[in-house]
């Protein structure tokens, strides 16, 4: 059996965007909740510049932000955790709320699940349930690595399964953090300036990168990951 090719994509700015005045209305919730629940606290993520950040991450800015101290934040992570998760669950009715496809991605997720020689999954900083069901049809300055480490559990997931092995492996992302990340995690690196950054600054983060416009031309990608 041929060796597998995993492609991995992160979720915000590369897949979805926010929209309209309830942008990305249940994530956000999701976490006033949790501030509320855990701190007591009457608060919401812009506060900070969260932009590229684990959620754990963005927890964390948002709390030390106003004052708590870093060490009594990551205390009670996991209580904010899963207090976002429960609310998430509790209302995921709304999860498409102010978030939309951007143009070309239903288009390549369809074409790779077509194919029996590609395996794609998501490296996201969302929480998992968070994560996977928007996508269903502590060095704040080096959080990137988390995501390295996600990229390469996604290789060891996929390994633990497939008798034929994994072959090459290629992250898709919209910022610095992504393509960091891609690299970090032995894969190779796609950049996509569908979010705030732009091919120079995708370029200069990852130096080796591949960097795309955007995903319309499903053709044209399915060639940067070898599978034309």
């Not at 926010?18 to 629940?37: C, D, I, M, Q, W």
């Not at 101290?69 to 498409?96: C, H, I, R, S, T």
């Not at 898709?172 to 979010?195: K, L, N, R, S």
Request: glycine content about 10%; hydrophobic content about 45%; some cysteine.
């Amino acid at each position: 059996m041929a060796a597998l090719k995993i492609v991995t994509f992160d979720v915000d700015g590369t897949l979805i965007h926010s929209v309209g005045p309830r942008s990305n209305y249940l994530h956000k919730a999701a976490f006033t909740a949790a501030f509320k629940e855990v701190f007591g606290l009457d608060t919401h993520i812009d506060v900070v510049k969260h932009h590229g950040s684990t959620d754990a991450l963005i927890l964390l800015k948002v709390l030390v932000h106003h004052g708590v101290p870093l060490e009594q934040a990551a205390a009670k992570l996991p209580e904010m955790q899963a207090a976002m998760v429960a609310y998430f669950e509790a209302n995921k009715q709304l999860a498409g709320e102010g978030l939309e496809l951007l143009p070309g991605v239903l288009p390549l997720l369809e074409a790779l699940a077509a194919r029996q020689d590609v395996a794609v999954g998501l490296v996201t900083g969302n929480l998992e349930p968070i994560g996977w069901d928007y996508c269903n049809p502590a060095n704040v300055e080096e959080s990137w690595r988390d995501r390295a480490e996600f990229v390469r559990i996604a290789a060891q997931k996929v390994e633990a399964t497939r008798p034929g092995g994994v072959g090459a492996r290629y992250h898709v992302g919209d910022a610095p953090m992504d393509v960091q990340a891609a690299v970090g995690g032995g894969a190779q690196a796609i950049g996509v300036c569908t979010g705030i950054y732009t091919k120079q600054e995708l370029s200069e983060a990852a130096p080796g990168a591949v960097v795309l416009d955007d995903l319309t031309d499903t053709a044209g990608v399915l060639k940067v990951l070898g599978l034309s």
